[in-house]
C-alpha cells in the first residue's frame, strides 16, 4: 500500500505540474520571472533546442527527452522548493540554476535525492567546493574570474581611484571579493568597498558618493540590472566613471537599460561559444527561429550535450554511473572538447574581458 501511495503521490506532481509522463524527464531551472528573467529566457531556449535536437537523431538510449522548467526567480527557498519538485517527478538531469545562490542550497536537495545537477551559469566556488558528487558545472568560477578582473584593474586602473561594490549575495559578493582579493594581492588598495541592496531602481545616492570621493571606476559585484542603472545614473549626474563587472552583463538587457550610458563598459565572460566553429550549425537554427543564442544559451545546451554523451558511455541513466563517465571522459559540444575535474568543475578555457559597444559586447 505505501508503494502504491508513492506511485499516486508522483503521478499527481507530474499532472499539477503540467508535464506528461515521459521515458526521460530532463529539467532547467532559473529565473524564468523577475529582474532578472532574460538568463531564465537563455536557460530556457537552449534546454528546449537541445531536447529537440536530441531527439531528432533518436533521444537518448533509444528514448526521447522531455523537459521540465523550474522557476526559482533566483531566490533560495523557491530553488528548493523547485528542487523537490523535480525530485518528485523523477527528472534525472539539472541543468541548472543560474544564481549561485539558489544553486547551491537546491544542490543539497539533488545530492540527497541523488540526481544529476550541471549548472550552465553558477559561478560561486562554494557549489563545487561543496556540492556532492552529482554536482557539475560548464562555467567557470569566480575565484578564476576575479584572478582575470583584479588584474585588469591593476594594471590599467591600478593608480586611479577604484570603488568595488556588490549585491550581497553569493554570486555578486563572491565576485567582488575575490576580485579584491586579486587587487590586493598586487600591490593595490580599493578607495571604497561598499554593499547596495538589489532591485531597487535609484542608486543616486550610491552613485553621488562615488562621485564625491574622486571615485575613477568601479566594479560591480552583481548583475545587469543594478550595474545599469548605476551608469546611467553617473551620467545623469554628468560623472565621468568607468564600470568593470562580471557574467552578469552578458545580455542585451544591459543595453535597453543603459542606452549609449554604457559604452565602453567591460566586463570578463568565458570565451564566446557563438564564435567557435563547432557551434556554427546551433547558432544558425537559433538565429533562424529569430532568437539569439547570447550568454548562457548555449551552455545550458553544452549541459545537456555532455549529460545525453556521458548517458550513452555508461549505457545507463543511473546516476553513479552517469557520473563516472563524466568523471572519466571528454565530450563533444557546443562550447568544444570538454571535460570535468575531480570537483565537478569544467576544464575549458577560462575568462576574458569583452567591451560593451554600439549595444554588442565582443572580445576587447
Given at each position: 500500500?505505501?508503494?502504491?501511495?508513492?506511485i499516486?503521490?508522483?503521478?499527481?506532481?507530474?499532472?499539477?505540474s503540467?508535464?506528461a509522463?515521459?521515458d526521460?524527464l530532463?529539467?532547467?531551472?532559473?529565473?524564468?520571472?523577475?529582474?532578472?528573467?532574460?538568463?531564465?529566457?537563455?536557460?530556457?531556449?537552449?534546454?528546449?533546442?537541445?531536447?529537440?535536437?536530441?531527439?531528432?537523431?533518436?533521444g537518448?538510449?533509444?528514448?526521447k527527452?522531455?523537459?521540465?522548467?523550474?522557476d526559482d526567480a533566483?531566490?533560495?527557498?523557491?530553488?528548493?522548493?523547485?528542487?523537490?519538485?523535480?525530485?518528485?517527478q523523477?527528472?534525472?538531469?539539472?541543468?541548472?540554476?543560474f544564481?549561485?545562490?539558489?544553486?547551491?542550497p537546491?544542490s543539497?536537495?539533488y545530492?540527497e535525492?541523488?540526481?544529476l545537477?550541471i549548472?550552465p551559469?553558477?559561478?560561486?566556488?562554494?557549489?563545487?567546493?561543496?556540492?556532492?558528487?552529482n554536482?557539475?558545472?560548464?562555467?567557470?568560477?569566480?575565484?578564476?574570474?576575479?584572478?582575470?578582473?583584479?588584474?585588469?584593474?591593476?594594471?590599467?586602473?591600478?593608480?586611479?581611484?577604484?570603488?568595488?561594490?556588490?549585491?550581497?549575495t553569493?554570486?555578486?559578493?563572491?565576485?567582488?571579493?575575490?576580485?579584491?582579493?586579486?587587487?590586493?594581492?598586487?600591490?593595490?588598495?580599493?578607495?571604497?568597498?561598499?554593499?547596495?541592496?538589489?532591485?531597487?531602481?535609484?542608486?543616486s545616492?550610491?552613485?553621488?558618493?562615488?562621485?564625491?570621493?574622486?571615485?575613477?571606476?568601479?566594479?560591480?559585484?552583481?548583475?545587469?540590472?543594478?550595474?545599469?542603472?548605476?551608469?546611467?545614473?553617473?551620467?545623469?549626474?554628468?560623472?565621468?566613471?568607468?564600470?568593470?563587472?562580471?557574467?552578469?552583463?552578458?545580455?542585451?538587457?544591459?543595453?535597453k537599460?543603459?542606452?549609449?550610458?554604457?559604452?565602453?563598459?567591460?566586463?570578463?565572460?568565458?570565451?564566446?561559444?557563438?564564435?567557435?566553429?563547432?557551434a556554427?550549425?546551433?547558432?544558425?537554427?537559433?538565429?533562424?527561429?529569430?532568437?539569439?543564442?547570447?550568454?548562457?544559451?548555449?551552455y545550458?545546451y553544452?549541459?545537456i550535450?555532455?549529460?545525453?554523451?556521458?548517458?550513452?558511455?555508461?549505457?545507463?541513466?543511473?546516476?553513479?554511473?552517469?557520473?563516472?563517465?563524466?568523471?572519466?571522459?571528454?565530450?563533444?559540444?557546443v562550447?568544444?572538447?570538454?571535460?570535468?575535474?575531480?570537483?565537478?568543475d569544467?576544464?575549458?578555457?577560462g575568462?576574458?574581458?569583452?567591451e560593451?559597444?554600439?549595444?554588442t559586447?565582443?572580445?576587447?
Open positions: 500500500m505505501k508503494a502504491f501511495k508513492t499516486l503521490l508522483v503521478m499527481a506532481g507530474l499532472a499539477v503540467g508535464v509522463m515521459a526521460l530532463i529539467s532547467t531551472a532559473g529565473p524564468m520571472t523577475g529582474q532578472y528573467a532574460s538568463f531564465g529566457e537563455q536557460m530556457r531556449r537552449g534546454a528546449e533546442m537541445a531536447v529537440a535536437d536530441i531527439n531528432a537523431t533518436g537518448v538510449l533509444g528514448q527527452l522531455k523537459l521540465a522548467v523550474g533566483c531566490d533560495p527557498k523557491q530553488a528548493v522548493a523547485v528542487a523537490n519538485q523535480f525530485a518528485s523523477g527528472v534525472k538531469l539539472v541543468a541548472g540554476h544564481c549561485s545562490g539558489s544553486s547551491i537546491a543539497k536537495v545530492e535525492e541523488n540526481i545537477q549548472s551559469a553558477s559561478t560561486n566556488p562554494k557549489l563545487t567546493e561543496e556540492g556532492g558528487p554536482t557539475f558545472r560548464v562555467c567557470g568560477r569566480d575565484d578564476q574570474q576575479g584572478i582575470v578582473a583584479g588584474n585588469l584593474l591593476a594594471d590599467k586602473y591600478g593608480k586611479k581611484k577604484i570603488a568595488i561594490l556588490h549585491d550581497k553569493a554570486y555578486g559578493k563572491g565576485l567582488a571579493d575575490e576580485t579584491k582579493k586579486q587587487l590586493n594581492k598586487r600591490g593595490y588598495k580599493e578607495a571604497m568597498y561598499e554593499a547596495y541592496t538589489a532591485g531597487e531602481k535609484d542608486y545616492a550610491l552613485v553621488s558618493k562615488m562621485k564625491g570621493a574622486g571615485i575613477d571606476v568601479f566594479y560591480v559585484g552583481g548583475y545587469h540590472t543594478e550595474a545599469g542603472l548605476m551608469i546611467r545614473q553617473a551620467d545623469d549626474q554628468r560623472y565621468n566613471v568607468q564600470l568593470v563587472s562580471g557574467d552578469a552583463l552578458v545580455t542585451d538587457e544591459f543595453w537599460i543603459t542606452g549609449k550610458t554604457g559604452q565602453g563598459t567591460l566586463m570578463t565572460f568565458s570565451p564566446d561559444p557563438r564564435k567557435d566553429p563547432v556554427t550549425s546551433v547558432v544558425k537554427k537559433f538565429r533562424d527561429t529569430g532568437y539569439e543564442p547570447e550568454g548562457y544559451t548555449l545550458t553544452g549541459a550535450q555532455a549529460w545525453k554523451q556521458a548517458v550513452e558511455k555508461a549505457g545507463s541513466t543511473d546516476t553513479t554511473k552517469v557520473i563516472a563517465a563524466l568523471r572519466k571522459n571528454k565530450f563533444d559540444t562550447l568544444g572538447n570538454i571535460g570535468f575535474d575531480k570537483k565537478g569544467v576544464t575549458a578555457p575568462y576574458v574581458w569583452y560593451w559597444k554600439d549595444g559586447y565582443d572580445y576587447r
